[in-house]
């Protein structure tokens, strides 16, 4: 992609930001909205992150940067609407207010240009159908190696202490199945929800895992996150769907999805 093109869609929705925190990538978010401007933007909730900023203040310039990035999209037309999650719940007092231009909202449908309705919101009230699990966990190939290799070492330091066997893998890969589990739950909620709304797609974040797929005939997108996954959505003026992974300056390293138009709500 060329260093200052800037490609513009009818609509973007971003989540998770966490600004305040030192797991937020603000210069990445940065640059993705300096390459992509909007008609719409839904903020998806956890923009900022109350709970830590409560315990601790941390703001430093490129936190700033990308609200001021946002508030100059907002001089320049574009509508900003922003759905509060757990962590910024503190806005969820202001419903109905709109600050500097950018509207606060507690959910919303949103209808693309191909006539989908797609309700937004971010998630977070679907914990209490899920708290037995409040804890997600990744383990990939590298991790599992790593839990082997300690359950190895925890076995011997065991057994000099006269203590049962116990195996480290095998209690991680429980942990990995009760994630799972989690994600299951959650989407099965959030799907739920968009039945009962009479919508044929939903739009959440919260869980920091971006997806886009078929659920029980209900279109689930996940926004992701920018700590980690680093992903958007974009609708284009077609009305197709885009999950994009934003991971380096100025470079599309992968799209999660290819762009589709959605099948038209009944």
């Known amino acids: ?22 797991g937020c990538q603000p210069d990445l978010l940065l640059d993705f909205l300096k390459h992509h401007d909007a008609d719409t933007i839904y903020l998806v909730g956890d923009i900022v992150d109350g709970w830590r900023l409560k315990a601790g203040w941390y703001w430093p310039q490129s936190h700033n940067d990308v609200v001021q990035k946002l508030l100059r999209k907002v001089r320049k037309g574009a509508r900003v609407i922003y759905v509060p999650g757990n962590h910024d719940e503190f806005l969820r007092d202001y419903v109905g207010s709109n600050f500097g231009g950018i509207e606060i909202v507690e959910e919303a449908v949103h209808v693309t240009a191909a006539g989908q309705r797609i309700l ?12 037995h699990a409040p804890w997600l966990a990744k383990f990939g190939d590298v991790a599992y190696d790593l839990a082997i290799w300690l359950s190895a070492h925890v076995s011997r330091a065991r057994r000099r202490m006269g203590l049962p066997y116990w195996s480290f893998s095998a209690w991680s890969k429980g942990k990995v199945k ?4 989690f994600i299951s739950a959650f989407q099965d909620a959030v799907v739920a929800d968009a039945e009962r709304h009479g919508v044929t797609s939903v739009l959440c974040g919260h869980i920091h895992q971006p997806a886009m797929e078929r659920i029980r005939g209900v279109e689930y997108i996940n926004t992701g996150d920018w700590v980690e996954s680093c992903t ?7 009305g ?6 934003w991971t380096s300056p100025a470079h599309v390293e992968a799209t999660l999805r290819p762009p ?4 038209t709500a009944a």
């Open 260 to 263: 589709r138009r959605l099948a």
């Open 1 to 22: 992609m060329d260093d200052t093109a800037t490609r513009h869609v009818r609509t973007l929705f971003v989540s998770d930001i966490h600004l305040g925190t030192r």
């Open 120 to 131: 937004v919101l971010h998630g977070d009230k679907f914990d209490m159908v899920i708290r």
């Open 240 to 245: 197709r769907l885009e999950l994009i992974r």
């Open 232 to 238: 958007a959505v974009a609708e284009h003026h077609d």
């Open 178 to 181: 009760r994630a799972v589990n």
